[in-house]
């Protein structure tokens, strides 16, 4: 058994690997503040407590005796970090970097920092390894890769265990839809039940490596014992790219609804392509994504309730 923190547990990914944990018998305390976060899907195992990642005191406190932090807590959608930069870097790196401080106090031995495929940005070779120069794009991606430097940084002087997971497009039951720039797959899916518009930007031939949530957790557990990773950056994905054509097409035909496809030309489509290379996920932490996207949106549609009838 084994104690963890962890930040934004409340959050999409940090609810399904607080759950897993907790299922797992280990002792689970989660700080989140709610801002996007919902804790009531937290099974009544998990500690949790609602409260600001920049609060030292309260970190310090959460801190005691843990063997393991999970650093999800962070914003996180690319196109407000365009309009608010600051709140990105207050949050993303100032939380980041308060974080390490108090894991360096408190004597904690790992911290895993969930980052994002996104601080690739465009690249000429696909699919992304680790080794690849990053060219972010966005405020959000900036703020991500930023994270990483601290916590390696500051995990190499201060002698804490540290990994970072660069997770790609990330989707699966309970991913919440906001009414401003929500997560494609849920919105696509939401869309097609009620025959609505699925709205691509750009052409849709831009490309994303969408990865089911559980194969997200899979690796974010394994990072937790596994030996010889300190100081890594290891990239989650599927290792499959898809256009945004192709995951409408696949929605409409899990959903077997018929929904309206309208292509917005004057809008950007972001990054071209996107994949990565999960070849080191593998050797490092036994990674093999086990839920092809049909799957998983069918999946998706069947579990999730905001999606029931």
Known sequence: MMNFLITGGAGFLGTALSNRL????HNVRVLDDTSTGDPSKLIPEVHFTRGDINDRPMLWTLLQDVDCVFHLAAKVSVSESVLFPRDYNTVNVGGTVNLMEAVRDAGTS??????SGAIYGDQNEIPYKESTTSKPRSPYAVSKLAAEYYVRTIGQLAGIQTVCLRVFNAYG????????HPPIIPNFIKHAITNGTLVIHGDGNQTRDYVYVDDVVNAMVSASTATGIDQSVINIGSGVETSVRELAKLVVRVTEQKPEELYNPRLSGGTSRMCADISLANQKLGYIPLIPLETGIRLTLEKDPQFKK
């Open 22 to 25: 907790a299922r797992q018998g």
């Open 173 to 180: 039951p309970g991913q919440r839809i906001p009414a401003s």
């Open 110 to 115: 790992r911290v895993i920092l969930i980052s």
